[in-house]
C-alpha cells in the first residue's frame, strides 16, 4: 500500500497568515494526489485534485504543487473558516489511501 | 445539487451485520461509481470501497480488511447504493460515508478521488 504522511500534525497559525501543509508518499504517486478539508461533524470536502486542481467553488487561497513524492497545500491568507483538519489521497494504485491529516488551529 | 443520504447505522455485536443505505440525487446514477470511506472516532479516513457503474462492468472491490465480510451492490432504479457488512469487528467502529467518485478531466476511469460526500452513519460494534 501508498503510504501518505502528513506534516506537521498540527499547525497554530493566526488568521491572514500562511498556511503550508506537506503530504509525503512512501513511493510515487505521479500527479495523482488530492487534499481535503474537514470540520468536525461534516464530510470531508474536495480542495485540490491532480496536485494542483483547485475543485469547484474553492477559493483561489488554495493551492497545491508538488508531483512524485512531495506535495505542498498552500492556503496563501487564512480565512476563519480554513481552521479544520486536512487530509492528502492519492490515487495511483490501489488501495486508495489518505494521509493522516493536519490540523490547523488558531 | 448532488445529496447523499446515508442511514442503517447502529450498535451491533461483533460478529453481528449490518446494512447500510445510500440514497442519492442530483446525479446520472447510473453512470456514477459509488464509494464507501469511513473514519473510526478521532482518526483518519480509509477507503472501504466501490460499486462500478453497471457500463463499467458493475463490479466491486475492497480495502483487504473487509474484504470477504463487506459486499457492495446497487439499484440503479431507486439510485440507492448498499454496504452490507457482515461479522462485523470492534475496528470497524466509526461514520461511514457514501460518496460519489471523481475521475478528472481526460482521465481513465480505474483510480479516483471523492467530489460528493453524504454526512454519514455511525456504526457500533459493541458487545
Known amino acids: 500500500d501508498i503510504v501518505l504522511t502528513q506534516s506537521p500534525a498540527t499547525l497554530s497559525l493566526s488568521p491572514g497568515e500562511r498556511a503550508t501543509l506537506s503530504c509525503r508518499a512512501s513511493q510515487s504517486v505521479n500527479r495523482y494526489l488530492a487534499w481535503y478539508q474537514q470540520k468536525p461533524g461534516q464530510p470531508p470536502r474536495l480542495l485540490i485534485y491532480d496536485a494542483s486542481n483547485r475543485a469547484t467553488g474553492i477559493p483561489a487561497r488554495f493551492s497545491g504543487s508538488g508531483s512524485g513524492t512531495d506535495f505542498t497545500l498552500t492556503i496563501s491568507s487564512l480565512e476563519s473558516e480554513d481552521f479544520a483538519v486536512y487530509y492528502c489521497?492519492?490515487?495511483?494504485?490501489?488501495?486508495?489511501?489518505f494521509g493522516g491529516g493536519t490540523k490547523v488551529e488558531i | 445539487e448532488v445529496q447523499l443520504v446515508e442511514s442503517g447505522g447502529g450498535l451491533v455485536k461483533p460478529g453481528g451485520s449490518l446494512r447500510l443505505s445510500c440514497a442519492a440525487s442530483?446525479?446520472?446514477?447510473?453512470?456514477?461509481?459509488m464509494t464507501w470511506v469511513r473514519q473510526a472516532p478521532g482518526k483518519g479516513l480509509e477507503w472501504v470501497g466501490h460499486?462500478?457503474?453497471?457500463?463499467?462492468?458493475?463490479?466491486?472491490d475492497f480495502t483487504a480488511p473487509v474484504k470477504g465480510r463487506f459486499t457492495i451492490f446497487r439499484d440503479d432504479s431507486t439510485n440507492t447504493v448498499f454496504l452490507q457488512l457482515s461479522n462485523l469487528k470492534t475496528e470497524d467502529t466509526g461514520v461511514y460515508y457514501c460518496?460519489?467518485?471523481?475521475?478528472?478531466?481526460?482521465?481513465?476511469?480505474?483510480?479516483?478521488?471523492?467530489?460528493?460526500w453524504g454526512q454519514g452513519t455511525l456504526v457500533t460494534v459493541s458487545s
Open positions: 460518496a460519489t467518485s471523481f475521475f478528472p478531466p481526460r482521465a481513465l476511469r480505474t483510480f479516483y478521488f471523492f467530489d460528493n
Open positions: 442530483g446525479l446520472t446514477f447510473r453512470h456514477a461509481w
Open positions: 489521497q492519492q490515487r495511483s494504485n490501489w488501495p486508495l489511501t
Open positions: 460499486v462500478k457503474s453497471k457500463p463499467d462492468g458493475g463490479t466491486a
